[in-house]
């Protein structure tokens, strides 16, 4: 089974039944519901930011 994680909440998510979806720097990031891309979207640096710290 493939699992992608959330980059906004950390939820696991299923690629086949994620709620949304974003490419970013030639990656796919799932999202366990469009909220959590919307915030990804809007502020994608910020994001990396928090995973690196
Ligand atoms: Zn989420």
Redesign the pocket.
Known sequence: MCVAT?P????D?DPETAADQFEYGGETYY???T??KEKFEKDPERVFTWKLS
């Open positions: 959330d906004i909440c950390g939820m998510v999202f366990c519901v909220a959590c």
